[in-house]
């Protein structure tokens, strides 16, 4: 491995970590927090007709199942963070 591979190995290892990170501060940080504060109204609500409920049940499942996916992508190698993008996007 000459010189100029090593430099663009390091390059993508950093701009893989980067991209973590900032998915980590950025998305995953402000989804935990929306978790919370979902949970938190859930807590406090008392006994409700179900139709009241369901349409905020279903807005914590879907941030709650959007924390997860986002949680594996920010820890997943570079290979599969591109396929699971992809996989979102056409999904999405």
């Given at each position: 491995?000459?010189?100029?591979?090593?430099?663009?190995l390091?390059?993508?290892f950093?701009a893989?970590?980067?991209?973590?990170?900032f998915?980590?501060?950025?998305?995953?940080?402000?989804?935990?927090?929306q978790?919370?504060?979902l949970?938190?109204?859930?807590?406090?609500?008392?006994?409700?007709?179900?139709?009241?409920?369901?349409?905020?049940?279903?807005?914590?499942?879907?941030?709650?199942?959007?924390?997860?996916?986002?949680?594996?992508?920010a820890v997943?190698?570079?290979?599969?963070?591109?396929k699971?993008?992809?996989?979102?996007?056409?999904?999405g």
């Open positions: 491995m000459d010189e100029g591979e090593a430099i663009a390091l390059m993508a950093w893989v970590l980067a991209y973590a990170a998915q980590r501060i950025f998305v995953v940080r402000p989804l935990r927090k978790v919370r504060k949970e938190l109204e859930n807590a406090r609500m008392t006994v409700a007709p179900v139709q009241a409920v369901a349409p905020e049940q279903d807005e914590f499942h879907r941030i709650n199942e959007r924390l997860q996916v986002l949680e594996r992508i997943e190698k570079e290979n599969s963070l591109s699971e993008i992809d996989g979102l996007r056409a999904a």
